[in-house]
Antibody, heavy 121, light 108 residues
């Protein structure tokens, strides 16, 4: 079964660091882009960025450039999203998703279950 | 940066009715890079349509997508109780990839 499994919920204080994970299985992890999506409480979906596990090519949305770091570990088929200094405004649910291609068509067809991050003093 | 605008923000309909959701891009995009997602509370988003008009695996035929350039539409031909959710369109034609703000489909 093709799946992405994310790490569990986190409760952190402002200023702390955090790294959450997204482990792929059931497919060739290195040949599909992995995107990250934020959903703040009561809000819509925001595209954060995308990483290609094959060569770690990474692109960020302008609101997230410099605020988070995307990375991958090919050996464990895991993608990561990390913060060096969390803010209360980082409180959200974060999803990873696989970007697939069917001929010339694209879409995010496999999603992780989401990781809820709560940042509060 | 391409802005995706969905309308209406909320759509109130009854089961059995037809739903038409709109998504407009701030500039022309390739239809091959337009997808629709269904999102229910506490669940991960689910891909419904990719390439503007192709149903994803396992998606019922009552869901259809159309459009090109800047205007795209998701149609649900006859609403079932499980279809009441939030729907998002997304473009990944140009970086940064972007979502619409969503249309909430609620039971009337």
């Amino acid at each position: 079964e093709v799946q992405l499994v994310q790490s569990g919920a986190e409760v952190k204080k402002p200023g702390e660091s955090l790294k959450i994970s997204c482990k792929g299985s059931g497919y060739s992890f290195t040949t599909y882009w992995i995107g990250w999506v934020r959903q703040m409480p009561g809000k819509g979906l925001e595209w954060m960025g995308i990483v290609y596990p094959g060569d770690s090519d990474t692109r960020y949305g302008p609101s997230f450039q410099g605020q988070v770091t995307l990375s991958v570990d090919k050996s464990s088929s895991t993608a990561y999203l990390q913060w060096s200094s969390l803010k209360a405004s980082d409180t959200a649910t974060y999803y990873c998703a696989r970007r697939s291609r069917w001929g010339g068509d694209f879409g995010m067809d496999v999603w992780g279950q989401g990781t809820t991050v709560t940042v509060s003093s | 940066e391409i802005v995706m605008t969905q309308s209406p923000a909320t759509l109130s309909l009854s089961p059995g009715e037809r739903a038409t959701l709109s998504c407009r891009a701030s500039q022309s995009i390739s239809g091959t890079h337009l997808s629709w997602y269904q999102h229910k509370p506490g669940q991960a988003p689910r891909l419904l349509i990719y390439g503007a008009s192709t149903r994803a695996t396992g998606i019922p035929a009552r869901f259809s997508g159309s459009g090109s350039g800047t205007d795209f539409t998701l149609t649900i031909s006859s609403l079932q109780p499980e279809d009441f959710a939030v729907y998002f369109c997304q473009q990944d034609s140009y970086l940064p990839y972007s979502f619409g703000q969503g249309t909430k489909l609620e039971i009337k």
